[in-house]
């Protein structure tokens, strides 16, 4: 048995030892189109790693295995930089199940760090992703930048990865896709876009994400949706607290986000593209819109949008935020497990991702 066989046939034995058990006794989920990030699985990954220690949940094949048996339609993963033929067999094993496979990958620093980003590149080319998904801008853009300057500054280096990306994924024809990570509003990143100037560079499109930069998710993803070669599906629940609001991650069909209109409008634009589920286990995110900090890298967003958002929230306010941190492992594994769960089957049964 070479390395390869023995990594495979240790990754399914024990991937079902911590596989959460299903609704309906041994027989498993429905399939539905709808692929699985890897930070939908973080628990999972720990609770394998204490079962397994010599084993990685997020290991490609292991991770892609972990997708079938729930149901999921593939997954977006890190690859990093695979020998070819280790490359050639994921995308065999994937083609076999009817899987995708979506790569992570982060852009060129500088001119020096290219080659590394090629590798990978290459290493996705080969394994048959359908794009790879990047962010080019650190941080939440009203937790990390202290001034509209140094804002500008990260800007501008983000701009510069993705000119030295560009050529590189030309080459390979695989799809970059650059998340809105809480980074730019849709404006900006399309005028990015349109700057790039690439057919193979355009948006990893997240439906949840934009809304704490004040924008509607329907706006978001009618702006995003003509660029976008991969999506962060997620729904997400809201509340008010002193300094702004809450942004919880929740099981999508759960929250305000209006995900049926959103996916016909992605649809009706890319009808090829993947959705996979981005719903991070986590505390509900502070997003401080009334505070002084929030604004100083805003110096132009128009009052309406802030009421706007805010009508929103107090519209839209429910109880159902998850508080993470005050559970147990078991439960937090437990409540992961669901999350992904109901939101798999509100992808099948509501949403028709199939």
């Not at 790879?132 to 501008?156: N, Q």
């Not at 991650?249 to 996979?276: C, H, N, T, W, Y």
Request: glycine share 6%.
């Amino acid at each position: 048995m070479n390395r390869r066989e023995l990594l495979q046939t240790i990754a399914a034995s024990s991937t079902a030892l911590v596989l959460p058990k299903f609704a309906n006794g041994d027989n498993p989920p429905a399939a539905t189109g709808l692929g699985l990030v890897i930070y939908c699985c973080q628990f999972r990954s720990k609770a394998l790693a204490k079962a397994k220690p010599s084993i990685d949940l997020f290991e490609p094949v292991t991770f892609l295995d972990h997708c079938k048996s729930l149901g999921a339609g593939g997954m977006q993963n890190r690859l990093g930089v695979l020998e070819a033929s280790d490359a050639m067999n994921l995308r065999k094993h994937a083609e076999a199940n009817s899987l995708y496979i979506e790569a992570i990958v982060s852009v060129p620093k500088d001119p020096m760090d290219v080659e590394r980003f090629e590798a990978e590149i290459k290493t996705a080319a080969a394994a048959g992703a359908k794009a790879v998904r990047t962010t080019i801008i650190p941080g939440r853009r009203y937790e990390y930048f202290d001034s509209l300057k140094m804002f500008r500054e990260f800007e501008a280096r983000g701009r510069r990865s993705l000119e030295l990306a560009a050529p590189i994924v030309e080459k390979h024809r695989v799809p970059l896709a650059v998340e809105n990570h809480k980074d730019h509003r849709s404006g900006q990143r399309v005028a990015l876009f349109e700057q790039i100037s690439s057919e193979y560079v355009g948006a990893c499109l997240d439906t949840g994400n934009s809304f704490a930069l004040l924008e509607d998710p329907v706006e978001t993803a009618t702006a995003l949706a003509p660029w976008a070669h991969s999506v962060h599906l997620k729904d997400q629940a809201v509340q008010m607290y002193d300094d702004g609001f809450l942004l919880a991650d929740i099981p999508l069909g759960q929250g305000f986000i209006d995900l049926k209109k959103i996916v016909a409008i992605i649809k009706s634009k890319k009808p090829e593209v993947r959705f996979s589920l981005e719903l991070i286990t986590r505390d509900p995110l502070e997003v401080p819109v009334l505070s002084d900090k929030y604004w100083s890298t805003f110096p132009d967003l128009p009052a309406s949008d802030l009421a706007q958002t805010l009508r929103t929230v107090r519209d839209g306010t429910t109880d159902n935020l998850q508080y993470i941190s005050r559970m147990t492992p078991e439960q937090q594994l437990a409540r992961e497990d669901a999350n992904v769960r109901e939101s798999l089957d509100y992808a099948r049964d509501v949403l028709g991702i199939a």
